[in-house]
């Protein structure tokens, strides 16, 4: 547990009750995000649910710092962009839900909106089988 640490991302959408500015996510205007993109800041970054997702060179260069090793916490689009990246030696690990059933009733615990939810099925269990 000593030997690894997440990296904050940044989000385009607003905070929830209790998440703090730098400590879960950087929370950026829109605008913010897409010069951020545009100059390559990201070593990966996704649009779902009406908000941009990404995480920074920076962030996971800070934590390298720490002597950690980096875990990202990032949807299977941000996992594409990843792997794009040669100069990281990245491993992969997908956590899926035992059943629908389960993945449903955990979505409906989180203040997502209906896209999110229908998003995080097709992600998870339709979109992989028509790649």
């Known amino acids: ?7 904050v991302s940044h989000t385009t959408r607003k905070p929830r009750e209790g998440e703090e500015h730098g400590i879960h996510y950087w929370f950026v205007e829109q605008d ?9 800041e990201f070593l990966e ?25 980096c875990v990202l916490d990032i949807e299977l689009q941000g996992v594409r962009n990843v792997k794009n990246h040669s100069s990281l030696n990245a491993r992969f690990i997908l956590i899926r839900p035992p059943s629908m059933d389960v993945l ?26 028509y790649k």
Request: hydrophobic share 40%; with cysteine; proline share 6%.
């Open 45 to 69: 970054h996704a649009t779902f649910g009406g908000n941009t997702y990404g995480t920074s060179k920076k962030s996971v260069s800070d934590v390298e710092k720490t002597g950690k090793i």
């Open 104 to 129: 449903v009733s955990l979505l409906l615990l989180w203040p997502f909106c209906p896209s999110m939810l229908f998003y995080s099925l097709y992600t998870l269990f339709i979109q992989p089988y």
């Open 32 to 40: 913010e995000m897409q010069r951020m993109i545009a100059e390559g």
């Open 1 to 7: 547990p000593n030997s690894f640490a997440f990296s």
